[in-house]
């Protein structure tokens, strides 16, 4: 949708008029508040707070309205606590006794993940079951969603999947909703703003042409 700057000011305008804005990172969220806070001090307008977040923030936040309102009852955990536990997870393996760095190959699991989530992969034993290494990432991840499970915990990814099943129930859902600062858009943001249209929240999704 036009150029960078046009769509920075599409944003900004929106915001200042009571939409959120849910950017790809924080970079892009504090480069919107920036603009936002310039052009209410420039045109003298009385207004909120911009309400302006990276989507992870945007994940903790309603995740935290779904607990206090007895949608979910897992805790969120933190991305250093996550880092720990997949670590832990490698370390006590029978495969990661073998390894010679368990932080550099926890953090790639974990990354894969992740990516498993973000773009909505179909993931069964059989489709890991070919080489070792795939074996072994796929008996870490059984561990490490086993062991969430036993404990009430749940990380971001798993989280704003769950978030997008509860569209339609969520406390505090915007009226009006912004997609700032994303190149394109993975298949589990797309599912989370189709989610939201359902829900009946109005979306502006302000990519590049």
């Not at 059984?142 to 509860?166: H, M, N, S, V, Y």
């Amino acid at each position: 949708m036009g150029s960078q700057s046009s769509r920075i000011d599409t944003a900004a305008g929106l915001t200042l008029a009571g939409a959120t804005v849910i950017t790809a990172n924080t970079r892009a969220a504090r480069r919107l508040r920036l603009e936002a806070e310039a052009r209410a001090l420039r045109d003298k307008s009385v207004c909120e707070t911009p309400d302006i977040l990276p989507l992870e923030a945007w994940v903790t936040r309603t995740w935290t309205d779904c607990l206090l309102a007895g949608l979910v009852d897992r805790a969120l955990l933190r991305p250093n606590v996550v880092t720990a536990l997949w670590e832990q997870i490698v370390a006590h393996s029978d495969d990661g006794r073998e390894l010679m760095s368990h932080h550099a190959t926890a953090q790639l699991a974990q990354e894969a993940r992740g990516l498993i989530q973000t773009y909505r992969i179909p993931c069964t034993r059989p489709l890991y079951a070919g080489i070792t290494e795939s074996k072994a990432f796929y008996a870490w991840m059984e561990t490490f969603e086993a062991r969430c499970g036993q404990e009430k915990w749940i990380d971001t990814p798993a989280a704003l999947t769950l978030l997008i099943a509860l569209a339609r129930k969520l406390p505090n859902r915007a009226k009006r909703l912004v997609a700032f600062g994303f190149d394109r858009f993975t298949p589990i943001e797309e599912a989370l703003w189709n989610g939201l249209r359902e829900a009946g929240t109005e979306l502006e999704l302000l990519l590049p042409e």
